[in-house]
């Protein structure tokens, strides 16, 4: 049988559905790209953004005459939705979608070939039950690798070492849907990325809900902390880029620090966001930080790698920001300079505190806002990529592009970049100077030995 799965969200996510891809694979099961084709359509939900579970209803409706087609057919056809939708609102999907077979959250996907099986096996005594699984042990989901075969893999990919919450940022549903903060074994994150390696991967990022709170069993039987985790990785034959997000501010140390500046693969750029330049905003998001401490940590990752650049993410438009509020935030956008960043009108997510708040936004003026903030960040990303002309950066090449021997990948520092060159070949890394710039990448040349 063959199974198609869809993909929504966070790099978290995307990590999810290739463990699912895997288990699948290993159960005997046929993965495809086309959903028509399909006999299991799995949704591997995400709910950080707005209107999440409505994009999720609007799939469920389409899949819902794939399914009636082939029982018209004679031939079994699943649904199952995985996820932080499913975590959240499984009695609603239920409700409103009855053909839904399963609802696993996202720490039970390590379950979906015995709950495919399970489905299927009740099939034949035509039995029809619904399945509902949303157990927040991070720890069974991740035991389930162990005996797991890893199908193919790109050049680039996630590798999570980090689950869940104890923040609980006023905003952000994330400990209700992950669960509370989980690290992985240091010896079975090696191991798999390892297993990665052998299959071609390149570069790896090491993938948490705060990666820098790390603090897994060592292969030491010590308690490792994010930067020791990463010399470790370092070791690994084969592995030529590093990087790890998200990070919290709060979190950043010296030891992190120092960590890029001893680490040749470990890439010279950090995703950090802020949320808000206001100490104020990020007192009412629970965020555990204030400005002096975000800028701190800036300047000391810089202090020991000069060459560190940033990306972030704001959010504008909470509830109470003023406008003074808004200028803190501009300007302590304009005092970092991200070389990328992303921002977001607030919008309240259910259940968590900041959406019961008073004195929430209006509408018009989050967008105002946005307009202003983006202008100024898109400013910024713009001179950073100026800056790289005539420098020399170096890009992993993942994709073919639209022209004749054009290749694309990605810089240390994240940004596209294309060249037109026989010589390079998919999954090359190559040193590339920049020669220009175009609205959302980089232009650039084979440096020649």
Known sequence: MKFFIKNYGCQMNLYDSEIMTDILSTAGYIMCDNVDEADILLFNTCSIREKADEKLFSDLGRAKSIKFKKQDLGKECLIIVCGCVAQAKASTIFERVPYVDAVL?????????????SLLEQRKNNEYPHILMRDLNTRNKFATLKSTQITKRGFSEFLTIQEGCNNFCTYCVVPYTRGREFSR???????????????????ITLLGQNVNSYNGEGTDGKTWSLDRLLYAMAEIDGLVRLKYITSNPKDITENIAKAHRDIDILVPFLHLPIQSGSDFILKKMNRKYSTDKYLYSIDLLRQYRADMAFSSDFIVGFPEE???????????????????????????R??????????????????????????????????????????????LFTKYGKFKNQLVGRSEYSQAVSICDSSIKIGDIAHVKITDIKSHSLVGIIEKK
Do not use: C, W
């Open 350 to 395: 259910e259940g968590t505190m900041a959406a019961k708040m008073n004195n929430q936004v209006p509408e018009k003026i989050k967008s105002e806002r946005l307009e202003i903030l983006q202008n100024i960040l898109n400013n910024h990303q713009n001179e950073f990529n100026r800056n790289t002309i005539g420098k020399t950066v170096s890009v």
């Open 105 to 117: 959250g996202p720490q039970e996907i390590g379950n979906i070939a015995i709950v495919v099986n």
């Open 322 to 348: 003023s406008d003074k509020d808004f200028e803190d935030t501009l300007k302590i956008a304009d005092k970092v300079r991200f070389a990328q960043a992303y921002s977001f009108k607030y919008s309240p």
């Open 185 to 203: 074994d240091a010896k079975d994150i090696i191991n798999e990325a390892k297993r990665m390696i052998s299959l071609g991967v390149k570069e």
